[in-house]
């Protein structure tokens, strides 16, 4: 058995890196071969009462995620605070604070690909020299989930954009944290899914599995502007050679990548249409 001071920061990489729901039992199931029961049981107590993890209750099941209950910094800018909290006085400066309420949409902050995709969409705002100019041009956030990547581009300096959800708990819950930041008359939100035909997108963020990244990848590209500016998230490290081929066959030069805990997220531009 390992000494239970271990306990909890195994249970803590169990649930933050992972996009998977855990039950408290789903956690001893996985343990118990490590683990006694008597010192799961002390670890899971520590961690509720010190709050980094709290339940919440879905369709008569009870999971355990992290808690959301203080102002996290999430990229060298960008820092999430829960709806009812205050952000610290001393906050350096440039800092920007996205207001959210942790809900049962992906995107609280604490999964890696969502840290990736901040941090890709910080980069695109913050060095327009090397990744062209986007404020003023409208951005498209595909399965937006808590809405926080578009967040995250308006208060950057982007001026208008269009936030796509199939889930009406993820439309419903980005609607609230968008008024949250008051932005509702810089952002739309809409359950249908994205066709292209009428007007295009010089930004586009996905924080998606390769799957359905790779499945609207014709999507994108046809309803995107000539040098859009897209951030792809949501991927295995070893899925992203296979991403990049797959939108390098349709234009895309891949021109950032960033990696953690096994996951990546790209900075892609799409090349003029060749005539």
């Known amino acids: 058995m390992k000494p239970s001071n271990d306990i909890e920061s195994v249970i803590l990489d169990m649930i933050t890196r992972t996009t998977r729901r855990y039950s408290r039992s789903d956690v001893v199931r996985e ?23 709290e339940y919440i209750y879905e369709y008569g099941q009870s999971y355990l995620v992290p808690a959301f209950n203080k102002p996290v910094r999430i990229s060298e800018h960008i820092r999430l605070v829960p709806f009812n909290c205050s952000p610290p006085r001393n906050s350096e400066g440039g800092t920007i604070d996205i207001r959210l309420e942790n809900g049962s949409a992906f995107g609280s902050g604490r999964h890696p690909s969502t840290q990736l995709a901040l941090s890709c969409v910080e980069k695109v705002f ?61 952002i739309r939100v809409s359950g249908k899914p994205f066709e292209p035909g009428g007007e295009k997108y010089a930004m586009v963020l996905a924080n ?37 081929t797959t939108y390098a066959r349709l234009g895309w030069e891949n021109l950032h990548q960033e990696d953690s805990l096994g996951w990546s997220a790209i900075i892609a531009k799409k090349g003029p249409k060749k005539r």
Do not use: W
Not at 38 to 53: G, R
Not at 171 to 179: S, Y
Not at 208 to 236: Q, Y
């Open 208 to 244: 998606l599995r390769l799957p359905s990244l790779t499945g609207i990848s014709t999507i994108i590209t046809s309803g995107s502007t000539d040098n859009a500016i897209a951030v792809f998230s949501g991927i295995k490290k070893e899925e992203v050679n296979s991403l990049k």
């Open 126 to 186: 913050r060095y327009p020299d090397k990744y062209g100019p986007i404020p003023g041009e409208q951005i498209l956030d595909i399965g937006t989930g808590s809405g926080v990547l578009v967040i995250a581009a308006i208060l950057l300096g982007a001026k208008k954009a269009r936030a796509i959800d199939l889930d009406p708990c993820a439309v419903a819950e980005a609607r609230h944290n968008i008024e949250l930041n008051h932005m509702e008359n810089k």
């Open 31 to 53: 343990l118990i071969g490590t683990f006694t029961k008597a010192d799961l049981k002390k670890a899971f107590d520590s961690l509720i009462s010190l709050q980094e993890l």
